[in-house]
């Protein structure tokens, strides 16, 4: 199994981009997926994550009414849409995959799959 995110680059603050995450290996689309990122000298944080069915979405304080977590299970591919950045958003964006449906999709523990991240970087 592997996730590859995919998207990032340089980009003006104010600027957007669209992250995408695939997975090779098997079908997810039963599966809750989910962005974490971790900028230079920080832990990890969640972003954002969406339920399996897609009617739930969940984000983290910081990009409420920037950011949008989407999925496209034909492809097999999840989505974050990331508008109006800020140097603050800096960081390595990672998707993630778990099987378990229920609470504390906002727990980055619960995640049984992580992939390489993609770099965004936010110029002020």
């Known amino acids: 199994v592997q996730l590859q995110a995919s998207g990032g680059g340089l980009v003006q603050a104010g600027g957007s981009l669209r992250l995408s995450c695939g997975i090779s290996?098997?079908?997810?689309?039963?599966?809750?997926r989910a962005w974490s990122r971790q900028a230079p000298g920080k832990e990890r944080e969640f972003v954002a994550a969406?339920?399996?069915?897609?009617?739930?979405?969940y984000y983290a304080d910081s990009v409420k009414g920037r950011f949008t977590i989407s999925r496209d299970d034909a492809k097999n591919t999840v989505y974050l849409q990331v508008n109006s950045l800020k140097p603050e958003d800096t960081a390595v964006y990672y998707c993630?995959?778990?099987?378990?449906?229920?609470?504390?999709?906002?727990?980055?523990?619960?995640?049984?799959?992580w992939g390489q991240g993609t770099l965004v970087t936010v110029s002020s």
């Open positions: 969406i339920s399996s069915s897609g009617a739930s979405t």
């Open positions: 993630g995959a778990r099987r378990y449906i229920g609470p504390g999709m906002t727990d980055l523990k619960t995640y049984d799959y």
């Open positions: 290996g098997r079908t997810f689309s039963s599966y809750t």
